[in-house]
């Protein structure tokens, strides 16, 4: 099968030829299919959050080459790697990253409104009550428990419907029976979206 997502010779060093040079990732060549499910596990530091901001567009390589459907993603200048991230590449984090004067409904909007659309009514609709956050659209951050507030950041990173769905240990500030149902959430979803799913975690059980 072909792969959605490639990597080619990628790595990463910070502060190169200084005294403080460290490089986190070691050159990596990857392939990610169309419609799995991967976990990459390592220890705290061993450079998984970097890979997965380089898989996003989010961190440049120091070299190598990172391939979305076929395209060199770092060949692109910054306001076509942008709109590549904002319609192919959904992110979740660990920090779930919500804006605290929005609601629900309007964070999970951000993105497409960012590229000048609204939802559409039925997908809407479909992702959040599978969600279960249906009866939570007006509330705030502040008013909704972690579980909650992981739930709206999912919907926020499917809502555009992306080739790509990278989770940065999204279940790291939830107690483990929310964080399992939310990771078996986010993978019913992203199955039946015939998405690519490359989740970060230091936990084996979770993987």
């Known amino acids: 099968m072909d792969a959605i997502l490639k990597l080619d010779g990628v790595e990463k060093v ?18 990610f299919t169309k419609g799995r499910f991967y976990a990459i596990v390592g220890k705290s530091g061993s450079g998984k959050s970097t890979m997965l901001h380089i898989l996003g567009g989010l961190d440049r390589p120091t070299g190598g080459k990172v391939y979305l459907e076929g395209k060199s993603v770092f060949d692109l200048k910054d306001r076509q790697l942008a709109i590549l991230r904002r319609r192919r590449i959904g992110f979740v984090f660990q920090s779930y990253n919500l804006l605290g004067e929005h609601t629900a409904r309007e964070n999970i909007s951000i993105p497409l409104n960012l590229d000048g659309r609204d939802p559409e009514p039925a997908f809407f609709r479909e ?47 939830l107690d483990p029976a929310t964080g399992e ?3 078996k959430l986010l993978k019913t979803l992203a199955a039946r979206l015939g998405q690519t799913v490359i989740l970060v975690t230091h936990d084996m059980e979770l993987a």
């Open 127 to 173: 992702v959040t009550q599978a969600l279960g956050i249906e009866t939570l659209l007006d509330k705030y951050p502040d008013e909704l428990s972690g579980g909650e507030q992981q739930r709206v950041a999912i919907a926020r990173a499917l809502m555009i419907q992306p080739a790509i769905l990278l989770g940065d240990e999204p279940t790291g500030n």
């Open 14 to 31: 910070y502060h190169p030829g200084t005294s403080l040079e460290c490089r986190a990732l070691q050159p990596a060549n990857l392939e």
């Open 181 to 183: 149902e939310v990771l």
